[in-house]
């Protein structure tokens, strides 16, 4: 065992099954561990480094903010902060944001909105929030219970009250649970990232919009994986032809800082007021310029080019001997193995080269949005020949 591998658990708390790989270095789409060997990086840090390792206008944005100033909390201003929120509000057409630190307190804030929104317009007993099972949320108390997967909850019980969960893709069953108690909003993921890189159906989401629109439910669409161009549009709920309510986002939106935002529409835009809500590094003016610098290149060019790789990732990999079926939308695939199970998938990339991760029982992909046509073919081929063997 290498000296950083015995210190690291040593010291650190215990939450994570590492693969043995250190990383010391990279460039783009390409790592470096302390040995030497290069791997091809298909995670992105979980969907994080958007334009990969070392993109060379993120490193000048977030540099100048450095040698500017690196905080100064939310009592007064700063300019990347309104720069980031407004350009989030002209590609989405949602009114105001909040800035936290995480895709857990976007989706934190996001409930807060919905539950304050909903007892001030229908009575403090509705507040209750839907989502769907094989959902994930986050991981605090509350964004737990809004997971819909049971084995997240087992540990640590209770979780916060007024959360009920839906089958995903049946739209009676969504309405079934809403109308058994006083709601104020439905939450999903186009695309359901831990759930095992799954796409909800169009027509499922579209009626999910249809129906809390009639009643006043707010709709909240969770895009902390699926966003940020990982989708093929910008955010995945445009690829479904719906306006939320209410938009949360974070991992690729700070190209590698801790950046989380809340964006609320026309509905919910004044619903919080002063100490309502806050977080003393949210806004933060290193991260957001980091964020400026990412969202101003997510443009029409770059969209086509994640779907043209995702089409290339799907017919090679699709049908490919060993590999059951291939899921997922945009650079946001699941790959469901025959003959092994994922982790056994990835171990024996690492070997190649090549950095994947899991999602369930299925190998997950979530390269940067850039990633080199020649690279990315590079990786497929690693991977169809691990699923093979």
């Given at each position: 065992m290498s000296e950083l591998k015995q210190i690291d658990q040593t010291y650190i708390a215990n939450t994570y099954a590492r693969f043995p790989v250190e990383i010391v270095s990279g460039k783009g789409s390409i790592?470096?561990?302390?040995?030497?060997?290069?791997?091809?990086?298909m995670g992105s840090g979980i969907a994080v480094n958007a334009f990969g390792v070392g993109d060379e206008v993120w490193k000048q944005a977030v540099t100048e903010q450095i040698n500017l100033v690196q905080h100064t909390s939310n009592l007064y201003y700063t300019a990347p902060g309104p720069r980031l929120a407004k350009l989030l509000c002209e590609k989405t057409g949602m009114k105001k944001v909040f800035f936290g630190n995480s895709g857990a307190e976007a989706n934190e804030c996001a409930i807060k909105v919905a539950r304050k929104y909903a007892a001030e317009k229908k009575g403090p007993d509705c507040f209750t929030i839907v989502t769907l099972w094989n959902s994930f949320h986050g991981r605090t108390i509350t964004t737990l219970a809004a997971t819909g997967q049971n084995?997240?909850?087992?540990?640590?019980?209770?979780?916060?009250p007024g959360f009920v969960h839906a089958k995903a893709n049946d739209l009676d069953d969504v309405i079934r649970v809403a109308?058994?108690?006083?709601?104020?909003?439905?939450?999903?993921?186009c695309v359901q990232g831990e759930g095992g890189v799954v796409a909800l159906d169009e027509d499922f989401v579209k009626g999910v919009a249809q129906y809390a629109a009639a009643h006043d439910i707010l709709l909240i669409t969770d895009e902390v994986q699926c966003g940020n161009g990982r989708s093929g549009a910008l955010y995945a709920y445009m690829n479904y032809g719906v306006q939320p309510d209410i938009v949360t986002t974070a991992k690729g939106i700070g190209g590698g800082l801790p950046l989380g935002a809340c964006l609320l529409g026309e509905k919910v835009q004044n619903v919080f007021g002063p100490g309502d809500h806050g977080s003393t590094f949210g806004?933060?003016?290193?991260?957001?310029a980091g964020g400026v610098s990412i969202l101003s290149r997510i443009d029409d060019a770059l969209l086509a080019d994640v779907r043209e790789k995702s089409a290339y990732i799907f017919k090679a990999l699709g049908g490919a001997p060993g590999i059951k079926c291939v899921t997922g939308m945009g650079l946001m695939i699941g790959i469901l193995p025959e003959k092994k199970t994922a982790r056994e998938v990835v171990d024996l990339c690492i070997e190649k080269g090549v950095l994947c991760l899991t999602a369930k029982d299925r190998v997950r992909l979530l390269p940067a949005l850039n990633i080199p046509m020649?690279?990315?073919?590079?990786a497929v081929e690693v991977i169809r020949n691990a699923c093979a063997e």
């Open positions: 790592l470096v561990d302390e040995t030497g060997k290069e791997y091809i990086d084995h997240y909850h087992e540990l640590f019980q209770p979780l916060t109308e058994a108690q006083p709601t104020a909003a439905v939450m999903l993921e806004a933060n003016p290193v991260c957001c020649e690279t990315l073919k590079k």
